[in-house]
């Protein structure tokens, strides 16, 4: 018999690609929040440390009426392939999509999904499932779905296409949503892998929502560019719980934590006054701090800051849409390490429109900085984003599942090889450079 229930999947497979992804899911923890908020039952199946088969078979012994699956472009193919095996399995439960993916092409999901939900999920997506499973007619209740009650639904009815427009919900709302659902016993997998990797366990939080920068290869279509912030208190009260779920370090996950200094301050100030003895690392923007507060960012217990630096010459980052500069970009990097706090920095190479000569510049620039981690990747024409539109001949096709692979999806200038091998080679220069810089010098 068919479980009155509801479960949420994350298609991601260690196994098939086992580079950093390691953290919680946490769009589809909030969603089984608001519907434990509901009395609904539901089951998070993260598929991080399991087989597809063993997936396949957890989720067809639940039995649910629902399964909702998360899907971004780099686990869109884990989620079809899942969609297809569990139809086989469980012909009479309504399967949806939600994310990224599906918020940029929802007509892509077609037959094989049931509906699909765009941009954010948050209570529009649980009190669909309250009115689904509290219908005693099915199919009566889809044919009678007014599209407009349920922003950002998208759906096929007697072969057309039914659908409203999503909505991104205001900062009172986010605010006043309940704690992301974060226990089960993939918390003692997590710990263990990045205990195994890093002597640490940390786990990723969000805070604020939305980016208001136009950055021309990034794609945000699911939090928008309206920039929200929550509740201190809330906050705090989810950082106490991840403490006490075993985890010791944040991976503060936010595109624009350090876009508003009063929040990002305040947030400081609480974590000192609470003495809460838990590190993190988060990303940042190259401008708008200073060393004051940067040292109390260290204070209130930052370890690392990302920054992504992209380019050494100004010229591609005005192509890119930056809105920042190189300078911008050292003087960041001396900031955060005058305050005692490490950096990594992300590069971009083989933009469209810049040369070899550029090429080399972000190179030099990434030598010459006191960087404790450097990444270099090709543009990544991300569907939804400026850059995606700009170039030709994408690969619809393409492996897009692979983390940190230098292999062009689009028609590029660079050759491909080359550009693999100097990042190879300024990779090996740097390692080279910092163990260098742990060699006491000889006294005299």
Avoid at 418 to 440: D, G, P, V, W
């Amino acid at each position: 018999m068919i479980e009155n229930r509801v479960a949420l999947v994350y298609p991601y497979f260690r196994e098939k690609d086992p580079i950093e992804k390691l953290f919680l899911p946490l769009g589809i923890a909030y969603l089984a929040s608001q519907l434990k908020e509901m009395d609904i039952p539901v089951t998070i199946a993260d598929c991080t440390f399991e087989s597809f088969d063993e997936a396949v078979e957890k989720l067809a012994l639940l039995n649910p009426s629902i399964i909702g699956i998360s899907i971004m472009i780099s686990n869109s193919r884990n989620a079809f392939a899942l969609e297809r095996a569990l139809r086989v399995r469980l012909p009479n439960t309504f399967i949806l999509a939600g994310g990224p993916l599906p918020t940029l092409y929802p007509e892509r999901f077609f037959p094989e999904f049931d509906l699909v939900f765009c941009g954010e999920g948050d209570l529009i997506m649980p009190a669909f499932c309250r009115d689904y499973l509290k219908s005693d007619d099915k199919t009566k209740f889809l044919m009678q779905i007014d599209p407009e009650n349920y922003p950002g639904i998208f759906f096929k009815r007697e072969k057309v296409l039914c659908s409203s427009p999503p909505i991104h919900h205001s900062q009172e709302i986010i605010r006043s949503l309940p704690l992301p659902y974060r226990k089960g016993n993939q918390n003692a997998l997590y710990q263990y892998f990045w205990r195994k990797e890093t002597q640490c366990r940390p786990t990723t939080i969000m805070m604020t929502r939305g980016c208001p920068y136009t950055c021309e290869f990034c794609s945000k279509p699911v939090w928008g560019s309206d920039f929200r912030t929550p509740l201190l208190d809330k906050v705090f009260e989810e950082i106490i719980e991840i403490k006490g779920l075993g985890y010791d370090q944040l991976w503060i996950a936010d595109d624009s934590f350090t876009l508003d200094m009063n929040f990002l301050i305040a947030f400081c100030q609480e974590k000192i006054e609470r003495n809460i003895l838990m590190s993190w690392t988060c990303l940042s923007r190259t401008k708008g701090l200073d060393l004051k507060t940067a040292e109390l960012m260290k204070q209130a217990g930052c370890v690392k800051v990302y920054l992504g630096l992209e380019s050494g010459s100004d010229e591609v980052l005005a192509l890119m849409k930056k809105n920042t500069t190189v300078q911008n970009g050292i003087d960041a990097v001396n900031l955060f390490q005058r305050a005692g706090i490490k950096t990594a920095g992300f590069f971009i190479v083989g933009y469209p429109g810049e040369t070899w000569d550029t090429v080399q510049k972000t190179f030099d620039l990434a030598l010459s900085l006191t960087l404790d981690e450097i990444f270099f990747n090709v543009p990544i024409p991300l569907p939804g984003s400026p850059l995606f539109s700009r170039v030709v001949g994408v690969d619809q096709q393409g492996d897009w599942e692979k983390a940190s692979d230098v292999k062009f999806l689009y028609d590029s200038d660079f050759d491909e090889d080359a550009l693999k091998q100097a990042i190879k080679s300024t990779m090996l220069e740097f390692e080279n450079r910092k163990s260098q810089s742990f060699i006491e010098e000889p006294k005299t």
